[in-house]
């Protein structure tokens, strides 16, 4: 509770004396992630300037929240910047694009160097190293943060990914430690991923596994429904059933909340009366743009991603609704037990396949732009807080520092016998979905990778066959070194070495 003291301070509103270098810590931008920011940030017993270019949101938090802690508020930039202690430290949280370069446009020129500005909005990590770089030059330092786990995390502790200069995260780390999640052996879910745009770049991907696992979970329901003719209640329960176990995660706790949800309106399932087309606010989008650039497969949240574009290509759908399928038939009732066990091995399979994938991502870039990320680090803040935080995430730490140069998860110890108890059920889920007609792309997509990781050969050769044979783009052989042509178009068909 706030004292006395700071009930006064919070009642000083702007034009009423702002306290001069008395924040330790600013928020701008108040709508719903920067106004529970800032009240974690006061709760735990940080002053904190609040401003917000709508001056009325910044009113209506410390109206609302006032005696949760100190909160200097201001309505200008200036009074802002003033009411700070320096270094000053000034979480931006305003929506991601333009408006991130206004407010830097608008602070950067009432900073000193040394100061710290914080953008903890969902930006594109190659924004925010543009940013970085410029504000670099001018002595400031630009921290883009990726803060996962929705405005409740933003409130009771997110997981936090920081990235910019090692030296502003240490003037950042007991704040941002303070305020976030902590995993269940209490260690805080916060850690400096590396420079510049590292800390986005990590959020990104995390985005992007967060799409994968919610299709593999929403493919897992729809092969219980369609072909056991479970109905959600019933799936409801199976996967309360699996949260106990290795599964255990905030995702499928909550797929089970919504399938036991129903709807008051009609008293039917909630999930049968929403429209099937999902919307992508588009950090999907971005990871895997950002994997085509790196050469890093993604291809499970690639599917992710494209599931939910075809879902929503309503006219699409609709034109193709008559081409045949086969014959709609269930499941025996008595295969009822061994299906149910079998989706939730190919579901936990195809989990440690798109996680392989993006923790792979990250790998790349942070080669491709000297980062030098700790994989078991950015495993370990994702532990609690945010919304893929799992039991699994617990292994997944523990793979990497076992051995922080793992060339993918699937041949960790525990992964790779995990996928070696799975494999027979997951082709028999797959080839089970395709029979019965249930599009299951994440599914497919995730056993199609780890058969191409395994496999002795690829047809890849036959494609550097095709691409000598219409373009010379050469191939290179298995037998000796070097690059080579054919002359196909000759009779003979003799082979060069193009000089
Ligand atoms: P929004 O993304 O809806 O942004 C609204 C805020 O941006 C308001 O404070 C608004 O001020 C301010 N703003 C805008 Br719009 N244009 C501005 C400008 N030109 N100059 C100054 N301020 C401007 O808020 P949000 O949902 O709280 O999200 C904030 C950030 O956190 C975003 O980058 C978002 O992607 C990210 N994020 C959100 C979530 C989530 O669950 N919502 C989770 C994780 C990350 P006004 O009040 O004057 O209009």
Redesign the pocket.
């Known amino acids: 509770m706030a004292s006395a003291d700071q009930a006064a301070q919070n009642s000083k509103g702007p034009g009423g004396g702002t306290p001069q270098g008395t924040a330790q810590i600013g928020v701008t931008?108040?709508?719903?992630?920067?106004r529970n920011l800032a009240r974690n940030l006061a709760r735990n017993g940080y002053a904190t300037a609040v401003h917000?270019?709508?001056a009325a949101?910044t009113r209506a938090l410390v109206e609302e929240f006032g005696d949760e802690g100190t909160f200097v508020p201001s309505e200008t930039a200036a009074d802002f910047v003033a009411s700070l202690e320096r270094p000053r430290r000034i979480i931006v949280?305003?929506?991601?694009g333009?408006?991130t370069d206004?407010?830097i446009e608008?602070f950067a020129p009432l900073l000193e160097p040394g100061d710290i500005i914080v953008d903890?909005?969902?930006?594109h990590f190659a924004d925010t190293r543009r940013r970085e770089k410029d504000l670099r030059k001018r002595g400031i330092h630009f921290v883009g943060s990726g803060?996962?786990g929705?405005?409740e995390g933003?409130l009771h502790g997110p997981s936090i990914m920081p990235g910019g200069s090692a030296e502003s995260y240490q003037a950042l780390a007991p704040m941002l430690e303070a305020i976030s999640a902590k995993a269940e052996d209490g260690s805080p879910c916060v850690a400096h991923i590396g420079p510049d745009g590292a800390g986005h770049f990590v959020k990104m991907v995390h985005n992007g596994i967060e799409y994968a696992d919610m299709q593999l979970i929403a493919e897992a329901y729809d092969l219980l429904r369609h072909a056991l003719d479970l109905p959600p209640a019933k799936i409801a329960e199976v996967f309360r059933g699996w949260n106990q176990g290795r599964l255990d995660s905030y995702l499928i706790e909550i797929t089970a909340q919504v399938l036991a949800h129903t709807d008051a309106d009609t008293g039917r399932p909630f999930v049968d009366v929403v429209l099937d087309q999902a919307e992508q606010?588009g950090t999907g989008r971005w990871t895997v743009q950002t994997a085509l650039d790196l050469g890093a497969p993604v291809s499970g949240i690639a599917e992710a991603v494209f599931a939910r574009s075809v879902s929503g290509h309503a006219d699409l759908r609709e034109a193709a609704r008559e081409l045949p399928g086969p014959t709609p038939t269930l499941l025996d009732s008595a295969a009822y037990d061994r299906f149910a066990d079998d989706v939730e091995q190919a579901l936990y399979a195809s989990k440690i396949v798109a996680y392989a994938q993006g923790f792979h991502q990250i790998a790349a870039g942070s080669a491709e732009y000297g980062w030098n990320v700790d994989q078991g680090r950015v495993a370990a803040i994702w532990r609690a807080g945010c919304i893929i935080r799992a039991a699994f995430l617990d292994r997944i730490r523990s793979a990497f520092d076992a051995r922080p140069d793992l060339p993918t998860l699937l041949i960790d110890e525990h992964f790779g016998e995990a996928l070696r108890g799975a494999q027979s059920a997951w082709r028999r889920v797959v080839s089970t979905a395709a029979e019965l007609g249930i599009p299951t792309p994440g599914f497919s997509a995730a056993l199609a990778y780890y058969d191409s990781l395994r496999a002795e050969r690829l047809p890849a050769a036959l494609i550097q066959g095709q691409r000598d044979f219409f373009g010379a783009h050469t191939y290179r052989r298995t037998d000796r070194p070097g690059s080579f042509h054919t002359l196909w178009a000759t009779p003979d068909r003799p082979e060069v070495t193009p000089s």
Not at 120 to 123: S, T
């Open positions: 931008g108040l709508a719903v992630m920067g917000n270019r709508t949101r949280m305003v929506k991601a333009e408006p206004a407010v608008e903890a909005g969902n930006a803060v996962s929705g405005e933003a606010k």
